[in-house]
Every structure is written in C-alpha cells, then in structure tokens.
C-alpha cells in the first residue's frame, strides 16, 4: 500500500509563491486522492488476479497508469520546490543546460512556453535522456501521455488548473513565473547526479 509522503517543508513555507491554502488543497486532498486511487485499483489487479478474472483490465490498467504516475509526479513537483534555497543548478546541470540548450534563459524560456502551452491538464517537465545523453523539455498530458520512455525526471511542474487557479486564476504565466522562486535546485541537481 502506497503512504502519502511527508511535505519536506511547512504549508506555509511557499508563500508568496505558492499559498498555503493551494499547497493545502494540493497535498492533503489531491495527492491523496491519487495515493487512495492507485491503492484502490492495486486492490482491483490483486483480485483479478487472484480470481484469473481479466474481463476488466482495460479499465483497471488505464486507472493504474493515470492514478499512479499523478502519484509520482505530484512527489517530484513537491520535492523539486522549496523555500530560501540556491536560485540555479549547480555547475554541472548549468554545463549541461548550456550544452542542450544553448544558454539557462533559452532553457527558461523553452520550459516556461512548454508549461503555458500544456493544453487543458497535465505537466511540464525538464528531463534527462539516457538514450540521447542529453536533457529535454518535454510536455506530459494528463499524467500519464506524451512520455518519452526510459527518461528521469528532474524538474517538474503541475499544470493541472488545481495547481495555481485558487492564486493566480487563469493567469498561468504569473504562476510559472513565480515557480522559478521556489524552485529547490538542490533535489534537481540530486536528480541530475543520480541519472
């Protein structure tokens, strides 16, 4: 059984950025509806298994997929933020930003357009491409499509109307503005090292 993770920082700890009610809403009543939801449909597979009774794997393989890869993302969005931490990547993601992107601002810039272009709900993600040796922006609709396999996510962003309409309303490109001032490039950069 899946357990919700503990915040690494107070509700309030993201504020002016990210308000403590959105967080609130976020954590305590989104997340764990995703945390209940893989729990559930684990539950389902578990029976049908048990029973060798497949005549609904279609439903319960979609709700596997949708349910927990939000698990997964909504974690790293969670840890990837944080208060009073360094406002860049360390030197070798910098290098590697540069490298893939030509500059850091062509990368802000390439994810910020990626992240006000999700359409409807779903993420913005910095990648790492093992297969390419190289880092990608790439968009992931719902939580679940447009994935590119065997990738490592090391910088996501929640588009999902959830994530910013209690604050920002539909002004999406005040929220991924704001993102960059909460940004915890410390757990990025941990994510890079591990790749």
């Not at 979609?62 to 927990?68: H, I, T, V």
């Not at 909504?74 to 930003?97: C, K, R, V, Y």
């Not at 999406?172 to 950069?189: L, T």
Request: hydrophobic share 35%; net charge negative.
């Amino acid at each position: 059984m899946l357990k919700m993770i503990d915040l690494p920082y107070p509700l309030n700890a993201l504020e002016p950025y990210y308000s403590k009610q959105t967080l609130d809403l976020h954590y305590n009543i989104l997340y764990k509806g995703y945390i209940d939801n893989t729990n559930k449909t684990e539950e389902k597979l578990e029976q049908a298994r048990k029973n060798n009774d497949f005549s609904s794997i279609k439903c319960l393989e979609k709700d596997l997929s949708f349910f927990g890869s939000g698990v997964i993302l909504h974690e790293l969005f969670f840890t990837n933020m944080g208060p009073a931490i360094p406002t860049e990547p360390n030197s070798e993601l910098m290098e590697q930003i540069i490298k893939d992107f030509g500059s850091y601002d062509n990368f802000k810039n390439q994810f910020n357009s990626a992240s006000a272009a999700v359409e409807a709900s779903g993420w913005c993600l910095l990648v790492w491409v093992p297969k390419w040796s190289k880092l990608e922006v790439l968009q992931c609709e719902k939580h679940q499509n447009l994935t590119l396999w065997g990738c490592k996510p090391l910088l996501v962003l929640d588009m999902w109307e959830h994530s910013y309409y209690l604050q920002y309303l539909t002004k999406r490109p005040d929220y991924i503005n704001a993102f960059w001032n909460i940004v915890n490039w410390n757990e990025v950069n941990k994510r890079f090292y591990s790749k």
